[in-house]
């Protein structure tokens, strides 16, 4: 099944944001009353996508294989990423934490850079020990990280230009109201357009909900037990 039209008209229209610290994350958009999960449930359900990468350990990662038949968290990101992305893992990180160890060891999380050019495996695994140190990078070329984007439907992140940062001090920023924490190890630089979304995918290697930036925690602990569950009959 192919996620390329439906995600592709999502995340054109709702989820992309520029993280050059000039967009807002993106609200969830109302569900129906009925909805079991809490963030944007895709109809009809997409699959889980095939793409392959490398590992910050070097090692090759088949995507689908890999994650096959496990509850699976998808980010595409980077380090210097002003707000939405240390926020996403935050958010996940105190999900998972939240969650029954039985539960939470099922979970495979998973954080593609956008930004190849600086996120060098040490840099990204660094960056990402930060929220967890369960948690998988990848990296490649830009065009297969663009490729790996497309697989989910989504549009491959652009540069965007400077981001704005606090007067003499090229590695801090303002944050966002709502954002998480966090600092950064080097100056900002250029920033990196991408969709500031969380796919999430369940035991039947079924993309049934996304997650928006401006997802609570609570939402994506509260729809874990869900994912682990898979499809029903």
């Known amino acids: 099944m192919s996620a390329r039209p439906l995600l592709g008209a999502l995340c054109a229209g709702l989820l992309l944001t520029g993280c050059a610290g000039t967009a807002s994350p993106a609200a969830a958009p109302a ?3 009925a909805a079991a999960f809490h963030g ?3 109809q009809p359900v997409p699959g889980r996508p095939d793409f392959v990468l490398r590992t910050t350990e070097g090692a090759s990662y088949d995507f689908q294989a890999e994650t096959r038949g496990r509850p699976t968290l998808l980010y595409f990101g980077y380090t210097n990423c002003p707000d939405e992305c240390p926020t996403a893992m935050a ?8 969650s029954p160890a039985e539960l939470r060891d099922q979970v495979e999380v998973v954080f593609v850079t956008t930004d190849p050019e600086r996120d060098a495996p040490p840099v990204l695994r660094r960056w990402l020990d930060g929220f967890s140190q369960d948690y998988v990078g990848l990296v490649g070329t830009q065009a297969e990280v663009d490729a790996a984007q497309e697989a989910t439907g989504t549009a491959p992140a652009g540069r965007e230009g400077p981001i704005p940062t606090l007067p003499g001090r090229p590695d801090e920023h303002e944050h966002k109201p709502g954002t998480a924490d966090h600092t950064h190890a080097g100056p900002l630089g250029y920033g990196v357009g991408h969709a500031n979304v969380i796919f999430a995918f369940d035991t039947s290697d079924r993309l049934p909900v996304l997650y ?3 997802v609570r925690p609570s939402d994506i602990a509260a729809d874990l037990p869900l994912l682990a569950q898979g499809a029903t009959p």
């Open 40 to 42: 944007v449930e895709p």
């Open 31 to 33: 569900t129906a009353e």
């Open 91 to 98: 958010d996940i990180a105190a999900a998972l934490r939240s």
């Open 212 to 214: 928006p930036g401006g």
